[in-house]
């Protein structure tokens, strides 16, 4: 995908990959079209909807947004829900990135529902919602929403060029233009000249949105019963770290801005299911290390306080705005966002 590789096959592959993009991003543009002449129907619920998504494939840092704003929404007491697809969820029970909010947003509620209109209308009925952050939301056409909030990763925000599967775009660039608000994640990955060229192109494909920059900085650790530690804990310490995730650069760039020394390193495909031969595999990874380190995402799934003799912990990362904090303070502002509930008696 991302042409780095020469020669006849990788460009062979490159070609059929080509032929295969074309229909599914037709397909896009054909739905887009629909729902913006109001040929396809979209949905409207008695609450305000926050969407946030994103362009392209993979990792781009949701999930710190989608705590960011559930906490910042919910004061007052303003009762928020997250809502999602759900994907990768066996029947019944919730998925990695589900899992991992309840661990840091333990009273927010979080519907899991393939169709995200029935999702939200749950959320409202049966939780009391009086706002929705739709999570991974801007694909999703069929629910209205207030506001859609898009982000760009800035280790490779335009998906190397091309819609899946020739490149890692989810839709033709053109679709940005819907967003309110753009987000740089990661920022702090490039240079300000290398931001500045991305923001320029922001600027033709959405020239109404909002910009700003965020970082995914270290906050604290956790384990799997709860406990926390400073981040400063980890001075000094070597260790095994591991991640299954959509951006494990963006992972380790972060670990090893928190002064540790990472002596094993080891990346699984994003939403990956760990199984006790994982396990038996990381605790030889761990040896004769301090401590083991993941992300939240994984440890909700390994649900282990230790590999081995080792104790494990997870990395909670907190986002730090860099650029635009009070712009888009004042965009969320605008919204007719409901009062807040009464406090409990």
């Not at 037709?26 to 409207?44: C, H, K, L, P, Q």
């Not at 760039?253 to 540790?260: D, R």
């Not at 649900?303 to 080792?310: A, C, E, V």
């Amino acid at each position: 995908m991302s042409g780095r590789k020469t020669g006849v096959l990788p460009a062979l592959l490159r070609a059929v990959l080509r032929l295969v993009e074309w229909p599914y991003s037709w397909a896009m543009r054909w739905r887009n079209f629909r729902y913006d002449r109001g040929r396809t129907e979209i949905v409207s619920v008695e609450v305000p909807v926050i969407s946030v998504g994103n362009l392209t494939l993979g990792g781009t840092g949701k999930t710190p947004l989608v705590e960011w704003l559930a906490r910042q929404l919910g004061e007052g007491n303003r009762r928020v829900a997250i809502v999602s697809r759900g994907y990768g969820a066996e029947r019944g029970k919730q998925n990695d990135e589900a899992r991992e909010l309840a661990l840091a947003l333990p009273n927010v509620p979080h519907v899991q529902n393939p169709d995200r209109v029935a999702g939200t209308q749950t959320a409202v009925a049966e939780r009391g919602a009086q706002l929705i952050v739709l999570d991974d939301g801007f694909q999703h056409r069929r629910l209205a929403r207030d506001l859609d909030i898009v982000l760009l990763d800035a280790t490779e925000p335009w998906g190397h060029g091309h819609v899946f599967p020739r490149g890692t775009l989810r839709e033709p660039l053109a679709g940005l233009a819907r967003a309110q608000v753009i987000i740089l994640t990661r920022a702090n990955m490039l240079d300000p000249a290398a931001r500045r060229m991305i923001q320029n192109r922001v600027a033709q494909l959405a020239p109404t949105a909002a910009w700003c920059e965020v970082q995914h900085g270290p906050d604290e650790l956790i384990n799997a019963v709860g406990e926390k530690l400073p981040i400063s804990a980890l001075a000094g310490q070597r260790l095994a770290a591991f991640c299954g995730i959509g951006n494990p650069t963006g992972f380790r760039h972060t670990l090893e801005s928190s002064a540790g020394d990472i002596a094993a390193w080891r990346e699984f495909p994003d939403h990956y299911a760990y199984t006790p031969k994982d396990v038996r595999s990381l605790s030889k990874l761990a040896q004769g290390v301090d401590l083991a380190i993941c992300t939240r995402k994984d440890l909700v799934k390994l649900g282990t306080t230790s590999l081995g003799d080792i104790p494990l912990w997870a990395l909670s990362i907190r986002l730090q705005f860099l650029e635009g904090e009070e712009v888009f303070k004042a965009v969320i502002d605008k919204l007719q966002l409901g009062s807040p509930s009464p406090p409990a008696q």
